[in-house]
């Protein structure tokens, strides 16, 4: 299994010439398999512009598993001419909502007129829009197996997604937060997400929120997501065999990217951390 990033900012784009060495597009990820092929796709920030070239003009046909809905994993979606083609083949899933409507009405609230000029059915190709509970998907994952587990991060259901492929596994936990802010006081709550420590356990590459460090602790929780000291010791929880942070704040530059790299080479009991780049490819 080989994982091709192909977008790695949170929350917004980060244009410009300070972003350059570490991107600026928003999530998404490709897992390739030995033929280096694009069998899964995870989110559809803007990295998802980028999945063209990894099929060399082709159109995509396979799943694509979004985490959440939230705007920086999703605007890509429209813009990708792998996606939006006469011969695309999507099985899009999304987390369910909580009253109930179908994956196609849930995706359109966000993506149709006046918000957007098309809604999910002014796509080109053939689409399936799916929801996706906990556990094992059932869909068209061919060789690979796609697992989820639910994950806390604010304003909506968000899934921790596990794929396993060529007998090497990989998690993707773009947005979660790790502690709590109560009483005026943060609360650690690295343990609250059970299902998803189960999932992760053992994992050959966790790719983890790293969007904030320590000193922006309050922030974090305020936001939804994890500081960088936080999700080191979950690793180790989880026992993973390394940890690619991912999911950068769209004002780090890579200077401070840079700093934080030659920082944090290793979690407290020794496993390899590393700083996402786009345009990488990872070997697992």
């Known amino acids: 299994m080989k994982l091709a990033l192909l977008g790695v900012r949170g929350s917004t784009p980060a244009p410009g010439p300070a972003f350059l060495r570490y991107g600026g597009h928003t999530s998404c990820v490709a897992v390739l398999d030995s033929a280096d092929r694009p069998v899964v796709v995870l989110d559809a920030g803007t990295g998802v512009r980028e999945l063209p070239r990894l099929l060399h003009g082709s159109a995509y046909r396979g799943p694509l598993v979004l985490s959440h809905l939230h705007w920086d994993h999703l605007h890509g979606l429209p813009f990708c001419p792998a996606l939006d083609s006469p011969e695309a083949e999507v099985e899009l899933w999304v987390p369910p909502a909580e009253d109930g409507v179908s994956a196609r009405e849930l995706l359109s609230r966000v993506m149709s007129p006046p918000f957007f000029p098309i809604g999910p059915s002014g796509l080109l190709g053939r689409w399936t829009f799916r929801t996706a509970g906990t556990g094992r998907l059932d869909g068209a994952f061919g060789a690979a197996r796609v697992e989820l587990a639910p994950v806390r991060h604010k304003g909506g259901r968000t899934w921790a997604v596990r794929v396993d492929l060529d007998g090497t596994s990989v998690a993707y936990v773009p947005d979660h ?108």
């Open 177 to 284: 937060t790790l502690v709590s802010f109560e009483d005026g006081a943060l609360v650690d709550r690295s343990g609250d997400d059970v299902e998803a420590i189960e999932l992760i356990h053992g994992v050959d590459v966790l790719l983890h929120d790293g969007q904030f460090v320590g000193s922006e602790g309050r922030l974090a929780a305020e936001y939804g997501h994890s500081t960088i000291e936080d999700v080191v010791r979950w690793a180790d929880r989880c026992a993973v065999g390394s940890l690619v942070l991912t999911h950068h704040a769209p004002t780090r530059a890579d200077d401070a990217l840079d700093a934080l790299a030659e920082k944090f080479t290793a979690t407290p009991e020794g496993r390899p951390v590393t700083f996402a780049r786009q345009g990488t490819l990872l070997s697992c």
